[in-house]
């Protein structure tokens, strides 16, 4: 009897799981149906409560609008926006976010999800850092204001280690503070990002991690060849969740600098919400969200567009 | 010797978060009276208690945790519940156009919150679902879609295909295989994507103010909001207190999963 090749073997052996694919990919008018009702609620919910009301911020970008009176400005509000200097330090502070998110709290994430995955005590070590993610915004906003403000204790400990030194301004001097509530939201995120890189890491099929061990792969080579490629899925979600909330940050500085000392640390978030809730001026605030909207779904889909081919 | 750097390294990280922690708990025990302006380093006595009550004395805390709960419980739910039939129908399904129907749901979590606010208000105006429990937990489930999506949906990919197929083969439906391989086989991503979503509407604070008014609808964060607007009144100790109280449901939430991560730990570890 002749013996199969390598490659006829797999033709061979493949032919039957061709034939379930092929059923399984059939599109009928059954199966499009099953679809589209599967699809149904969530693209009901997202199209109906988030896209539509976009869809009328868009419109209401080309107005000029003070509440009470509306009147059609065309591209007005874009030009007057770009032109304004504050709007650009607004685009820097929040490239800085976007920065220190993605620098931060994923890498710390990550390095803790994995170094405290197989330790005994490691729930321990990570509820520490988790509890902090499940704390309510008004409770991050006091307990900051007590570390970062002149007579706080930030200032305390630096007092009482280096008498004499005279601390900076954490929350009234540019950049320090954009960079200071860059560390407090570091605080806050890294909780989350550990326990995604959790989930991650329970994907992993311990087969994969004893094969790996067999080969002789220990410690780092293991990290490097076997986990942190297995945990690529997981790592697409954080990474582009990151983008997504760093560019739209808004609570930790609204909460701690109100954008100030001025707009000095504000966000397009917050630029946003001062032009329309506090200055009354709905059509340029509205820009702001188009122009933010924009920035967003393009670095999304620069990230994305490559990482989420599965198939 | 690389053990104990790793290790030495991990303690370091767990206390020195644990500090911000630390000082909202000892400021929240710290009697209104004796509280200087500066923040306290040690617990002088335990007007946790009376701090709590005053909080919920001057405001509406206690109702609008019922309410959170209600909201965050059940929105967390749905979302998730909905993500993964959309998770299963792009991933597994013969959808047409996947990428597409993947981008109308995601931009979900793209678009900037704050632009909604005043379409959402008129919207809800109209329709009369403003200050209605329906129009809260309707908005909540919308903004919680998009995320739970993302998580549940890349966590789907990591799925042998063979496994939808040799169900297919047996006969079963796509209900069928949805329920019994695809859901079960998502259930640590389906937990942590429910976890999140429902600390974020225990936590929001942007839609209660907007969307309610009356107390049993206002959701604990928006009610806790009024007593940081009389902060001078009642002072950060009673803010505190309050703040702690209120996350305490989240932290049990978290507590509770860790256990999860535990139990599975187990079966990994040699």
Redesign the interface.
């Known amino acids: 009897m002749e013996l199969m090749t390598a490659t006829e073997f797999r033709s061979t052996v493949r032919i039957p799981?061709m034939i379930?694919?092929k059923?399984?990919?059939?599109?009928d008018g059954r199966?499009?149906l099953?679809?589209g009702l599967?699809?149904l609620?969530?693209?009901a919910?997202?199209?109906?409560?988030?896209?539509?009301?976009?869809l009328?911020?868009i419109y209401r970008s080309f107005y000029n609008d003070n509440g009470f009176t509306r009147s059609w400005v065309g591209l007005h509000n874009y030009r007057t926006l770009v032109a304004d200097p504050a709007f650009g330090r607004s685009v820097l502070n929040t490239l800085m976010w976007v920065v220190g998110t993605l620098a931060l709290p994923v890498l710390?994430g990550l390095l803790?999800a994995v170094?405290?995955?197989?330790?005994r005590w490691?729930?321990?070590?990570?509820?520490?850092?988790?509890?902090?993610?499940?704390?309510?915004?008004?409770?991050t906003?006091?307990?900051?204001t007590?570390?970062l403000r002149s007579?706080?204790?930030l200032n305390?400990i630096i007092h009482t280690l280096a008498p004499g030194v005279t601390p900076p301004g954490w929350l009234t001097e540019w950049p320090l503070n954009t960079v200071m509530m860059i560390l407090a939201s570091t605080?806050q995120g890294?909780?989350?990002a550990v326990?995604?890189f959790?989930?991650g890491l329970?994907?992993i099929p311990?087969e994969t991690?004893?094969a790996a061990q067999l080969d002789g792969a220990l410690?780092r080579k293991l990290l490097w060849y076997v986990t942190l490629p297995q945990l690529r899925?997981?790592t697409?979600?954080v990474v582009?969740?990151s983008i997504?909330n760093s560019l739209?940050t808004?609570?930790m500085i609204w909460l701690l600098t109100q954008g100030g000392p001025g707009t000095e640390s504000e966000t397009?978030?917050l630029t946003?919400?001062r032009e329309?809730f506090t200055l009354s001026r709905?059509g340029a605030g509205?820009a702001v969200?188009v122009f933010?909207?924009v920035v967003?779904?393009a670095a999304?889909w620069i990230y994305?567009r490559r990482q989420?081919r599965?198939r | 010797m690389g053990r104990v750097i790793r290790n030495s390294l991990i303690v370091f990280a767990a206390v020195l978060w644990l500090v911000p922690s630390y000082l909202i708990v000892v400021n929240a025990f710290t009697p209104v009276a004796d509280y200087t302006g500066s923040p306290n380093w040690y617990a002088s006595s335990m007007a946790l208690i009376s701090n709590a009550r005053k909080a919920f004395a001057a405001t509406n805390v206690g109702h609008g945790m019922l309410n959170s709960l209600m909201y965050a419980a059940l929105g967390g739910l749905v979302a998730v519940l909905a993500a993964a039939l959309a998770s299963f129908a792009l991933v597994v399904m013969p959808a047409r156009r996947p990428a597409a129907w993947f981008w109308i749901i995601y931009v979900g979590t793209i678009l900037p919150l704050q632009a909604f606010l005043s379409p959402l208000f008129n919207g809800y105006a109209k329709l009369s679902l403003y200050d209605t429990q329906y129009g809260m937990l309707l908005i909540y489930v919308a903004l919680c879609v998009p995320f739970a999506f993302f998580v549940v949906r890349n966590y789907m990919t990591t799925i042998p295909r063979s496994m939808a197929e040799a169900a297919h083969m047996d006969g079963a439906g796509w209900l069928r295989t949805f329920l019994r391989i695809h859901l079960p086989l998502s259930r640590s991503a389906l937990m942590a994507a429910f976890i999140f979503q429902f600390t974020w509407i225990w936590n929001d604070l942007l839609f209660g103010i907007t969307l309610s008014t009356s107390p049993n609808v206002r959701p604990v964060m928006a009610t806790l909001a009024d007593l940081t607007g009389n902060y001078s009144t009642v002072g950060p100790p009673v803010v505190l207190a309050g703040a702690l109280i209120a996350s305490l449901p989240t932290i049990i939430l978290f507590f509770t999963f860790q256990r999860f991560f535990v139990r599975s730990l187990r079966l990994t570890a040699y």
Do not use: C, H, N
Request: net charge positive; aromatic share 10%; no cysteine.
């Open positions: 799981a379930r694919r059923s399984l990919r059939r599109r199966t499009t099953a679809v599967f699809l609620p969530a693209v919910l997202v199209g109906v409560l988030l896209i539509a009301p976009f009328d911020t710390l803790l170094g405290t995955y197989s330790l490691g729930s321990i070590a990570r509820f520490s850092l988790i509890l902090p993610y499940a704390l309510s915004g008004s409770a906003a006091v307990v900051w007590f570390v007579d706080g204790a305390d605080w890294t909780g989350a326990i995604l959790m989930v329970q994907a311990p991690i004893e410690g899925p997981i697409v979600v582009g969740i997504v739209k808004f609570d397009l978030a946003m919400y329309t709905y509205a969200a933010l909207t967003v779904v999304s994305l989420l599965t």
